[in-house]
């Protein structure tokens, strides 16, 4: 009998994910008619409704898992409470209210100091308004404690699974594996300042889990209110076409304020074809393509910048390095688990 090699552990996963996410993606983009005008069939697509869909659907499951985190919370409290022979409102008194220290005069006026501009009015009018702020913030810290703590006793697991959405990443700037089990793609702009903070979480990440995640850069440039946005985006696919984008986009996002000599005076700093470059942003090569992404963007449901994909799945946590290592390790774990129940 001849013997047949069977695909390395990784390329299995790899392929589970490509699986998991296709199947996800094709009912989520089949077309059908809601109507007819004159016998004549109206198309879902036709009525361009899908990203308001996508956009409930998204809050729909946030809606579920803040449900319940609610439940867990207070369940975790009952039966903690009742161990000590507590009712929950005693036990949560005790180890969040009474904790929860009214600020000191120094930490009201550091609050109103940093603010003042913005607030517009004299401290004395407000003082005990911050302070209110100030104890019940410290509340909530204490809180998401205290659940944080009852939760890691336990062993919790979440069955419900994110939508997923069916963005296209052929052609698109990226670095890792095209086989990599996770893919995170993020649709940003350059001059918006979250994106630009978000580049050092994406950089640590990128370095930690090496091939085991694909990165894809997406553009959505708000044009509206960051005027050089779109420009710097077709200024990034003219270096890509010179296969230096991943470092033409470092480096627009870590540029103080982009302008139109901006992009030229970078592909010189980085020593490339100035000339060919300077022709590609001239013609407006890639100006469609850039716009293409926004409009996939739209029909998605993404309206801001960062919005990070996870194998298609919106991430619901801050885009931090704890939010996004949570959602990448727990689509890792999915990914083996599917692979592992295929075998």
Not at 64 to 88: M, P, Q, Y
């Amino acid at each position: 009998m001849k013997n047949v090699s069977r695909p390395s552990a990784a390329a299995r996963l790899a392929a589970t994910a490509l699986l998991l996410t296709a199947t996800v993606l094709a009912a989520q983009t089949s077309d059908q008619a809601i109507a007819t005008i004159d016998g004549e069939p109206v198309l879902e697509s036709e009525i361009q409704v899908q990203g308001e869909l996508r956009r409930l659907e998204q809050e729909a499951f946030e809606a579920k898992l803040k449900a319940f985190d609610n439940f867990v919370a207070n369940k975790l409290i009952e039966e903690a409470a009742s161990r000590e022979g507590l009712s929950g409102e005693e036990f949560f008194s005790r180890e969040v209210v009474e904790k929860a220290e009214a600020p000191t005069d120094e930490q009201v006026e550091a609050f109103y100091e940093e603010r003042k501009e913005q607030i517009g009015e004299p401290i004395e009018n407000i003082r005990e308004k911050i302070a209110d702020f100030l104890q019940n913030q410290r509340r909530e810290e204490l809180r998401a404690e205290l659940i944080e703590g009852l939760r890691a006793k336990r062993d919790i697991r979440i069955l419900l699974d994110p939508p997923r959405l069916p963005v296209r990443i052929d052609g698109a700037p990226s670095e890792g594996p095209v086989d990599a089990p996770v893919t995170v793609v993020e649709f940003s702009d350059f001059e918006c300042p979250y994106c630009k903070r978000i580049q050092p979480v994406l950089a640590e990440l990128h370095s930690r889990y090496g091939d085991r995640v694909r990165w894809v850069a997406k553009d959505l440039p708000l044009s509206g209110i960051h005027p050089q946005a779109q420009r710097a985006a077709e200024a990034a696919r003219c270096a890509g076409d010179q296969d230096r984008s991943s470092e033409f986009r470092r480096r627009l996002f870590s540029a103080e304020q982009l302008e139109e000599e901006s992009y030229a005076n970078i592909a010189a700093e980085m020593e490339m074809d100035v000339e060919a470059f300077e022709a590609c942003l001239a013609e407006g090569r890639h100006r469609d393509s850039v716009l293409a992404d926004a409009n996939e963007a739209f029909q998605l449901g993404v309206q801001s910048t960062p919005t990070l994909l996870i194998n298609g799945a919106r991430l619901t946590e801050m885009p931090d390095v704890a939010g996004l290592t949570k959602a990448i390790d727990r689509e890792l774990e999915r990914v083996a688990l599917k692979s592992r129940a295929d075998d």
